[in-house]
Every structure is written in C-alpha cells, then in structure tokens.
C-alpha cells in the first residue's frame, strides 16, 4: 500500500511540474506576443506621421486602454491604415489580461474539470 501511494504520489508531483511548467511558457508567450503587439502599433503609428516616442505612447495606452486624448491619438484616429490597428490593440488588451489569467489560474490548478460554460484558449486545455 505505501509503494502504490508512493507511486501515486510521485505521478502527482510530476503533473503538477508539468502544469507549472506550463504556466511558465504561458507567461513567457503572452509576453512576448504583447511586446509584438506595441511593436506592430508603433510601426504603423510611426507611418501616420507620429514620433517614435509619440508613437510607443500611444501604442501603450491603446493596448492597455488608458485613454489618453492628445492630438497623437487624432492623427492615429484620422489615419485609415492606424484606425484598425489601434482597435486591435483596444481589443487585445481589453480580452487579453482576462483571458491570461484564466489561462495561468487553469495551468497552475491541479484540477482538470472544466465547467461546460468555459472556453479555454490556453496550452493547457
């Protein structure tokens, strides 16, 4: 009996590791594929005519929705090719903490239930 817990256990520990694992690789994805994201909207802001300091600014603030209202952000709003963009960035950064969170939270569970309701975008699913 002590060897089968024994075993068991072990298997346990191992796939809570390969879970936490997994909530590493997570992170470092959603990391990498934000810092794309503020580089796409930079260039493309750059091309509407900001600075490239202007430019990460409002990049920043599209993705993390701040809301800042200058004259940058008018040029990025009249300009066609940065109005889509921009509304990308809105979105993502709008779904994309919520949707990461539920994703680490899952990851790192060592629960494998998934409620019916839940959509789940995540590498452990």
Do not use: K
């Not at 493309?44 to 993705?63: H, Q, T």
């Not at 200058?70 to 979105?91: F, G, W, Y």
């Not at 990851?107 to 309701?117: D, I, L, P, V, Y």
């Amino acid at each position: 009996m002590a060897l089968a817990y024994g075993i068991m256990r072990s298997a346990e520990a191992e796939r809570a590791e390969e879970h936490h694992v997994l909530a590493v690789v997570g992170i470092i994805i959603v990391v990498f594929f934000w810092r794309l994201l503020v580089l796409r909207g930079v260039e493309v802001f750059e091309r509407a005519g900001l600075v490239p300091a202007a430019a990460v600014l409002e990049a920043r603030s599209a993705l993390t929705d701040s809301g800042y209202t200058t004259s940058e952000t008018e040029v990025v709003a009249n300009d066609a090719a940065s109005r889509p963009v921009a509304s990308l960035l809105v979105i993502v950064g709008f779904v994309g903490p919520v949707t990461f969170l539920d994703c680490w939270a899952s990851a790192s569970s060592s629960r494998h239930q998934r409620t019916s309701g839940s959509v789940r975008l995540c590498l452990s699913s």
